[in-house]
């Protein structure tokens, strides 16, 4: 049977990102098949394809962990209210969010399922919103003395934070993550830790992910509740948004002194360790759609597709099928050798369907393979993307992304193209955030940025107000500081001393404000 001639999506569309930023957000989530609400508000579905990249993501940090002596250990989901008491700081910054367990059994009554008054529990429990309390309180049967430190653990799991207003990916009530809890016997040590992970995270953003970040600590009024300081991670998104990417907390002694942990210093004297978290989540996959994406859909970083290349036969008549199928299993069977993920589509829909699937989807190369290219002994390869080009249309863009290769240069050249793709990404997202950077120094500047047709993106501003000031910002012109940045992360011309654009007051250093998700 030859190929079907329709019934294909090819002509649903999606949003533009200029006609409706968010709808365009939403539509590439739900079309690329990627999550979807739940039947419980606030919380989603990650699908096989957004499971797929988040596994891959996953396993890009976990080896990084490991490989930094950090090992994984797993701890309940439900904490007792008085352990999240003990530190006040931590207690209050979460109190909003929690969800809270205060009865342990149902029971049918007149036919009608209710909650057993009767199993009211002795204590509420928490759904656990972070976990640095019951980790804790465990590290306390751990340490003793300083020949089990430090202590470097890791957790994957699932959160709650009952999140009033929630968007897939970015901000739901449950979603998944890692949290690093680590124990240092000096301050030092523990500070050394909350910049390595920072560093970690920055790696994966960028050498993985192909999102270039801002590294930076947060201000008191952005900080983690009962952190020291908190180190963050910062990109910026197509729309000149920033998206906090990652944080890494160094947390004192204020969990340890919580739960008691103390241990036996080398001098005899007891002491209470110092204490890290660091996390990243599932807020991830939302940052990597708003990066790289397009009006097509997805647009996938080869180093976390799940499929590298999709191969479509395509034949006309019946007497065509059998050889155009056999060249395309052959295809499949080196490519996967060369050690790439490779689909053969070989579904019984017209072609423009699979095109406009695997497009939407974000699979970097799309190989076509027809009777034509069986006789010439070539391959017709087409790019997910290509850097756009200056005064060049659409039509244009779609040509440049189609090539016809001779067969065994084609296949040759795949693995190289992967990695072409993925530098190119990074190339064009470090682009994008410096036409969307500015280095400003009045407040008139800043206005007229972030009120204007571009509506801002990152500023790099002279900073020394506090948290009324932040405040001030935030209500004027829906800004915050995202990061006052670590040595090394500045532009040209932001570096050295100046007046902050507020209050007038001399600033040691500049910080980034932008508007944010």
Not at 454 to 460: E, I, K, L, N, R
């Amino acid at each position: 049977m030859a190929q079907q001639q329709g019934g294909g999506n090819e002509t649903k569309g999606i949003a533009t990102r200029a006609e409706d930023y968010s709808q365009w957000y939403l539509d590439i989530v739900k079309r690329a098949e990627l999550a979807e609400h739940s039947a419980v508000r606030g919380c989603m579905v990650i699908r096989p394809q957004g499971y797929a990249i988040w596994e891959k993501l996953q396993r890009e940090l976990d080896d990084r962990f490991k490989a930094t002596g950090h090992v994984n250990a797993y701890f309940p989901l439900f904490i007792p209210l008085s352990f999240l008491a003990k530190e006040e700081q931590h207690a209050a910054g979460f109190a909003k969010e929690c969800a809270v367990v205060t009865h342990h059994r149902l029971k049918s009554l007149d036919g009608k399922v209710q909650v057993d008054p009767e199993s009211k529990l002795e204590e509420p429990l928490v759904v656990r919103p972070t976990s640095e309390t019951i980790i804790w309180n465990q590290y306390k049967n751990w340490i003793q003395s300083y020949r089990d430190l430090p202590l470097l653990i890791n957790q994957w799991a699932n959160v709650c934070r009952w999140e009033m207003r929630t968007r897939l990916f970015l901000r739901t009530a449950e979603f998944l993550w890692q949290e690093g809890h680590t124990a240092h016997a000096t301050e030092a040590e523990a500070r050394e830790e909350t910049l390595r992970m920072l560093g970690v995270y920055a790696d994966v953003a960028e050498h993985v992910m192909a999102m270039p970040v801002v590294q930076g600590a947060k201000s008191e009024g952005e900080r983690f509740p009962g952190a020291v300081e908190s180190l963050c991670i910062e990109a910026m998104m197509q729309d000149g948004k920033a998206l906090q990417a990652g944080t890494s907390h160094f947390l004192g002694q204020n969990f340890a002194k919580a739960s008691e942990v103390q241990f036996l210093s080398k001098e005899g004297k007891l002491e209470y360790p110092y204490a890290t978290s660091w996390g990243v989540s599932t807020r991830l996959m939302g940052a990597l759609i708003m990066t790289h994406s397009d009006d097509a859909g997805l647009i996938c970083p080869p180093k976390l597709a799940p499929i590298h290349a999709v191969v479509v036969p395509i034949y006309r008549k019946d007497d065509e099928k059998a050889k155009v199928l056999e060249e395309a299993g052959k295809v499949c069977a080196e490519l996967r050798a060369k050690g790439l993920a490779v689909k053969l589509d070989d579904r019984d829909l017209h072609p423009g369907a699979k095109y406009y699937e695997w497009e939407m989807k974000g699979v970097p190369l799309r190989i076509e393979i027809g009777p034509k290219d069986l006789e010439k002994g070539s391959l017709c390869l087409v790019r997910r993307f290509a850097i756009e080009q200056e005064g060049e249309s659409e039509a244009e863009q779609r040509k440049r992304k189609k090539s016809f290769v001779a067969r065994a240069e084609a296949l040759a050249s795949v693995p190289a193209l992967m990695d072409e793709m993925q530098a190119q990404l990074l190339e064009r997202a470090r682009n994008l955030r410096a036409r969307r950077t500015r280095v400003l120094d009045s407040l008139a500047e800043f206005e007229a940025w972030f009120k204007g047709e571009d509506d801002g993106g990152f500023a790099w501003v002279h900073w020394a107000g506090g948290r009324a000031e932040e405040e001030q910002m935030a209500e004027r012109f829906k800004t915050s500081i995202r990061c006052i940045p670590l040595e090394g992360q500045y532009p040209a011309g932001a570096e050295g001393p100046g007046t902050c654009l507020l209050t007038g007051k001399p600033s040691a250093r500049r910080v980034v404000m932008a508007k944010a998700y």
